[in-house]
């Protein structure tokens, strides 16, 4: 295959597509291509589809900076956020540090429990964190030893040990408590992921910030788009009348006679 066979091909001509668009110059192009750039111009003249794809990777930026230079000229607003995976700092102390329970994963657990306790099933709007291992145990504020409760349970649950404590009591339901084992499986395996299964990292501030216009920008989009009216014009301005000197004017008829004497001899010799 001729080398120019290969840039004829969808896959040549997409990359030369890019090339242009990411603002590459014509000798930018022919050194990745490997040839010269008199050759990547016959090849302009000879070929339409290569002429044609740069040309249409070119005036994508030329859009793109257009579009940028107008909109710095006008001026404009946008939001600044900032974008943070968030842990839970309500319990650090009791933890010695950091939570290791990011807000993402408690969501989670209360959404699974479908925004009930875990252990009564009862309705609640602010849920407490239950160690499923006591603190005293060594049991961590991790997603796989939370759980979701209403504050009631919590208080009588203090540092038992979970599955007897929930067993003894009236409201123990053996489909909770396996929903529980079930809740437990699942967030060991989905692991880390699991704050990506649930959405994005959570957004914790948001600021609009405004760019005023720019009269640099404002100038040189008028003197392009506008040259007519805007172009840059040097002016002379007079008051009263213009007066051009006659050197000859004091001369007599005989010395003008003379001086064209002396030129006649000039311009012939």
């Known amino acids: 295959m001729a080398k120019y066979e290969y840039w004829l091909t969808p896959e040549g001509l997409l990359l030369l597509e890019g090339w242009a668009r ?12 490997g040839i010269s750039r008199s050759t990547l111009a016959e090849w302009k ?16 930026v030329d859009i793109q900076v257009e579009n940028a230079l107008l909109k710095r000229a006008l001026g404009y607003t946008y939001d600044e956020v900032t974008r943070e995976r968030i842990v839970d700092t309500g319990q650090k102390k009791r933890h010695g540090g950091e939570s290791e329970l990011t807000e993402r994963e408690w969501q989670f657990a209360i959404k699974y429990f479908g925004h009930k306790c ?18 005293n ?10 759980l979701p409760c209403c504050g009631k349970c919590n208080s009588s ?3 038992n040990e979970m599955v007897s404590w929930y067993q003894a009591q009236s409201f123990y339901d053996p489909r909770r408590l396996e929903k529980i084992y079930d809740y437990i499986q699942l967030v060991v395996e989905l692991g880390d992921s699991l704050n990506e299964e649930i959405g994005e990292i959570i957004e914790t501030k948001r600021v609009t910030k405004e760019v005023v216009p720019d009269t640099t920008a404002q100038i040189f989009w008028l003197k ?7 172009r840059d014009k040097q002016s002379m301005e007079h008051s009263g ?11 007599t008829e005989e010395e003008l006679m003379e001086l064209a004497k002396k030129y006649e001899k000039i311009i012939s010799s």
């Open 22 to 33: 990411d603002g590459l110059t014509d000798e930018q192009i022919s050194n990745n291509i």
């Open 45 to 60: 003249k000879k070929y339409e589809d290569i002429s044609d794809t740069l040309k249409k990777g070119k005036e994508v």
């Open 118 to 135: 875990c252990y009564c099933g009862e309705h609640i709007n602010k849920p407490t964190k239950d160690h499923i291992k006591p603190l």
């Open 137 to 146: 145990q060594g049991g961590k504020l991790s997603r796989d030893n939370i």
């Open 157 to 159: 649950k203090k540092d």
């Open 224 to 230: 392009n788009r506008r040259p007519d009216k805007w």
């Open 241 to 251: 009348d213009v007066t051009v000197r006659n050197q000859y004017e004091n001369m």
